[in-house]
């Protein structure tokens, strides 16, 4: 069983603290899959992964694009890629994607992960970005098991977040 938590971010602000939030309570060797059309907050809710994970506010963090794969220091070091411009999973494996997943002192973030589902044969922590209107987008966190979806969810509502009655199971 998958937990979900669903939400609505109203600004780009919100979107990379909800990314902040779950960078937190990252201990390394988690990916993290950023799914959703352009302009829906991939990027900068990666920010806030970054953030979270230690990596210093004075360092930009960027969209992946065209590099691919860029590598940030913090409390645990921080890959962010980017498979937009990938046309195959084997692509997206030369990337050294699978070196990066053993590591235990690493999260992988990977944008347009949806692109090649289930090409690196992990369980991760999937978010959906969605447009709503304006700056708004839903966001939906799906999580590999109850406790982390627990705490995440304790997270975001003691920070405000509305994910009061959105809070759902699916298998």
Not at 50 to 74: H, I
Not at 137 to 148: E, F, G, K, L, N
């Amino acid at each position: 069983m998958r937990n979900v938590i669903e939400m609505h971010s109203h600004s780009e602000q919100q979107t990379r603290e909800v990314g902040r939030m779950l960078g937190t309570m990252l201990h390394g060797g988690e990916v993290v899959e950023l799914c959703g059309p352009l302009g829906a907050g991939k990027t900068q809710l990666a920010k806030g992964l970054a953030l979270g994970l230690g990596v210093p506010k004075d360092v930009p963090v960027v969209s992946p694009t065209f590099v691919l794969v860029r590598e940030y220091a913090g409390r645990l070091t921080f890959y962010h890629c980017d498979a937009y411009r990938l046309q195959s999973a084997d692509e997206l494996l030369a990337l050294g994607l699978e070196e990066l997943l053993e590591r235990q002192d690493a999260v992988v973030a990977i944008e347009w992960a949806d692109r090649f589902p289930n090409a690196l044969g992990i369980v991760a922590i999937r978010v959906d970005l969605e447009h709503e209107d304006g700056s708004s987008r839903r966001v939906r966190i799906t999580c590999p098991d109850a406790s982390r979806s627990a705490e995440l969810d304790r997270l975001l509502s003691d920070s405000g977040f509305d994910v009061g009655g959105k809070r759902k199971c699916r298998k």
